[in-house]
């Protein structure tokens, strides 16, 4: 009894000299073997090693040794080295990793992953590793000794990292590729000699094995290459860095994507990042410095061409969220990003300045009339489902407004109070009265906003729940010059589950349904009720994507399930869904009811696309498809975090298509402007599109938006195919809000690719400083402690 306890008090005091960094020995379990027997020691150090390392995760800061004041209000830091689940850890010993001779040092400390560490200071000295696998990560330390290692892909030089930081920090993350084609691989890294320092370092390296290599076995296909049917094409190409949770297009040449905190392989300034710029020409992604946790956001154009990013989680650091990356609470956030030419721009976040009046997650955006953004709905707390608890049932504008007696505060909704449970991330169009259609678990409604009135629809048929977690998906149809810009609403997919029930009695077997209901916003359309159609399957989490020629693509979604992670019973790895939908629909709203859906020549995808799946039309006229993450974090087993971009091709891209040449900076209201093109000599009928290509969360496509524009349009005469169009502007801010838009040509239905335009002058929406400066005075910025949300989000 006394030697055992003498041994405890020896691990202990070992313990304490490791943590408050006064023993570093190359082999520290040596103090232990002076004591003991080599097999006894061997045994308490494999027993010991883990504890030590959790006490001394206990003591460091975050990535890179910086943790933002505030970023952990708790104090429990964290240390960056993670392993997917599904995917391969290595440790620095493995027989596999090959190191040059005589120019490593094998060190021991519990600080390291699995307590060793190669070290090397030797100009020259390499590693290198054969893996097979779609990723890789390399972990190892940083600080005043280290210098500059060239990485090396399949022979290739890929990039070069500059390992000196004025703090050491270990199980770092080095590099990480996830744009690798599933086959065999050789990864080496390369001591240059050069930099502040001279050390580099191999402490451990993830691969990324993916289920992608056994589905390519089962079904025999080479997910990489093409896969077309008909005239229809779908081709996977490119990764997005971080996992797409959102989307939006911000330029004719680059989209904006948003994720929550978690280790996605994209890094900025040493941590993982959770946003990003994709270039569609290139396919290369830039990492965006994003502050706060802007999991589950939403989002919308202003009238001056700011994008805003609203709401999100508090940072987490418990068994419910990734760990913490310095990030701060987003619930309150306010985001803002001018996108820019140069690569340059970044996310701006104040929230000592610019915050929301409340916390909301799961929150809708949509642009009104005059330029700002109405915000609705959420929760004031991360979960899953909603309830009278933590639901905000109140909307808020930005700019603040003060409004019906709301001085820059939020505004009660009874509506968003009688909607519960499912009734987060609200469906919301603006109507070209000015008025927002809002759709909400069964019910919808007509919001006049500067009345502060609600308006009551009918409720949708069959017991069809239509938000989340009962994801459906909707779009407003086309405002034509022939409809006289008259707002027709369709809400297809959802899940009629009891939204009472609690998760362990919910299935991701559940059936989801194929129901698509529409209705014409006016008084004859009202009392004729919703309209009911059927998908040719059943659907939750689809995302409907408006098309130039007004058709609707749907894509992604399962047929069984809800959205969410980790909440029902018979759960696929963590998802909440289950049997992806992997053809698209085309739906046709000219077409006499019963046949306006078709899957004819569309291709088949591989990829499933469940719960944090989105898809948008870009201004090439293709449909971008991207993520899939019914995840707590980075998973590689059934269903992963999906990087993979899949771009569906309509018939259309094909085509001989009309060329823009020639298209002003910006139109302003019922005026016209003057746009060349090239057009066939064969062209008998010219119609033109002005979208809002939206901003894509959850199945919701907040702001998108069609409107044809008139035109004086001239053909072109024998065989000189140019010709100039005189496009009038919309007829009013309440027909297309100002802010960005896209101009397509359409030539005999066959449209060209889009060109971004500024609607309206470019300024900014109404900034009502005493309204600011109330919001500021009478709420607080984010007050919620870490760990107080995430799960099944």
């Not at 505030?70 to 090959?98: E, H, N």
């Not at 021991?108 to 030797?122: A, F, I, R």
């Not at 330390?141 to 004025?166: E, L, N």
């Not at 080479?222 to 490119?238: C, D, F, P, V, Y």
Request: overall charge negative; aromatic content about 8%; glycine content about 10%.
């Amino acid at each position: 009894m006394q030697r055992g306890t003498s041994l405890l008090v020896l691990l202990f005091l070992l313990q304490a000299c490791v943590i408050q960094g006064r023993l570093e020995p190359r082999h520290w379990a040596s103090a232990l073997r002076r004591r003991i027997s080599p097999r006894l020691t061997d045994i308490l150090v494999r027993r010991q090693i883990h504890a030590i390392s959790s006490a001394y995760r206990s003591t460091q800061p975050a990535w890179n040794g910086v943790t933002p004041p505030g970023s952990v209000p708790d104090g429990k830091p964290f240390l960056p080295y993670y392993v997917p689940a599904g995917s391969m850890a290595v440790d620095d010993t493995s027989r596999s990793l090959i190191y040059s001779p005589h120019s490593w040092h094998n060190l021991s400390n519990p600080k390291y992953v699995d307590g060793t560490l190669h070290s090397t200071s030797t100009e020259g000295a390499y590693m290198t590793y054969l893996f097979s696998g779609t990723g890789i990560q390399w972990f190892g330390t940083v600080g005043p000794s280290h210098g500059i290692t060239d990485v090396y892909m399949d022979g290739k030089h890929v990039d070069t990292v500059d390992g000196y930081a004025t703090h050491s920090a270990v199980q770092q993350r080095r590099w990480a590729s996830e744009q690798l084609a599933y086959g065999q691989h050789t990864f080496r890294i390369v001591n240059t000699g050069r930099g502040q320092g001279k050390t580099m370092d191999v402490d451990a390296l993830v691969v990324r094995q993916s289920i992608l290599k056994k589905s390519q076995e089962a079904m025999g296909v080479n997910l990489i290459e093409s896969m077309s049917a008909a005239t229809w094409k779908l081709e996977q190409r490119g990764t997005t860095g971080v996992s797409a949770m959102q989307l939006s297009v911000i330029s004719d040449t680059e989209v904006i994507i948003f994720d929550k905190v978690e280790h996605n392989p994209l890094t900025v300034n040493g941590h993982p990042a959770w946003g990003a710029v994709y270039n569609l020409n290139t396919d290369e992604v830039r990492p965006l410095n994003v502050l706060s946790n802007s999991f589950c956001a939403g989002g919308t154009f202003l009238s001056n061409g700011t994008l805003l990013n609203v709401g999100g989680n508090p940072v987490v650091t418990d068994k419910t969220g990734a760990a913490d990356f310095g990030d701060l609470d987003g619930l309150q956030a306010v985001r803002l990003f001018t996108p820019c030419d140069d690569g340059t721009c970044d996310v701006f976040e104040d929230p000592a300045r610019i915050r929301m009046s409340s916390a909301r997650w799961y929150v809708t955006v949509t642009r009104l009339d005059d330029g700002s953004a109405l915000i609705m709905g959420g929760s004031k707390k991360g979960g899953w489902m909603n309830n009278a608890t933590v639901n905000n049932p109140t909307f808020e504008f930005f700019p603040p407004k003060n409004i019906n007696g709301y001085n820059g505060v939020a505004v009660s909704s009874q509506f968003l109070s009688n909607t519960l449970n499912a009734n987060m991330f609200p469906i919301a169009f603006t109507l070209p009265d000015g008025t927002v259609f809002i759709a909400a678990n069964r019910d919808s409604m007509i919001y006049n906003w500067k009345t502060n009135q609600e308006a009551r629809l009918p409720q949708f048929p069959n017991g069809v729940r239509v938000t989340y977690p009962m994801t459906g998906t909707a779009v407003l149809l086309p405002l034509t010059i022939a409809n006289n810009y008259t707002p027709t609403v369709v809400i297809c997919g959802g899940s009629t589950v009891d939204d009472t029930m609690a998760g362990y009695d919910m299935s991701s077997q559940a059936p989801a349904s194929d129901q698509c209901v529409r209705m014409t916003l006016t008084t004859a359309g009202i009392a004729a009720g919703w309209e009911v159609d059927n998908m040719p399957a059943p659907r939750v989490m689809p995302d409907a994507v408006l098309l130039p020629d007004g058709r609707v693509v749907i894509v992604n979604g399962g047929r069984t399930g809800i959205a969410g992670y980790g909440n029902v019973k018979g759960q696929i790895g963590q998802s909440n869904a289950d049997n992806p939908v992997f053809q698209p629909v085309l739906y046709d709203p000219n077409q006499p009811l019963g046949q306006r859906f078709s899957s004819d020549g569309m291709p088949t995808s591989q990829i499933a696309r469940l719960y944090h799946s989105v898809a948008t039309l870009l201004p090439s006229g293709e449909i971008m498809i991207a993520g899939s993450n019914p995840n707590l974090d980075v998973s590689d087993t059934k269903y992963q975090t999906e990087y993979r971009v899949e771009w569906l091709s309509p018939p259309y891209m094909g085509m001989v298509r009309p060329v823009i040449t020639t298209l002003p900076a910006n139109v302003d209201y019922g005026k016209q402007i003057q746009v060349q093109v090239q057009l066939s000599p064969s062209a008998t009928n010219i119609t033109i599109s002005l979208m809002d290509l939206g901003f894509v969360t959850h199945a919701v496509h907040m702001n998108s938006r069609l409107v044809e524009l008139e035109c004086a349009c001239t053909l072109p005469s024998g065989t000189n195919n140019a010709t100039t169009l005189s496009i009038t502007g919309p007829p009013s801010a309440l027909i297309y809000p100002p802010g960005y838009g896209w101009i397509y040509v359409l030539v005999d239905g066959v449209p060209s690719a889009g060109k971004r335009i500024m609607v309206g002058d470019g300024s900014a929406p109404p900034d009502d400083s005493g309204a600011t400066a109330n919001l500021l005075a009478q709420t607080m910025g984010p007050t919620l402690k870490p760990g107080q949300g995430g799960q099944g989000s």
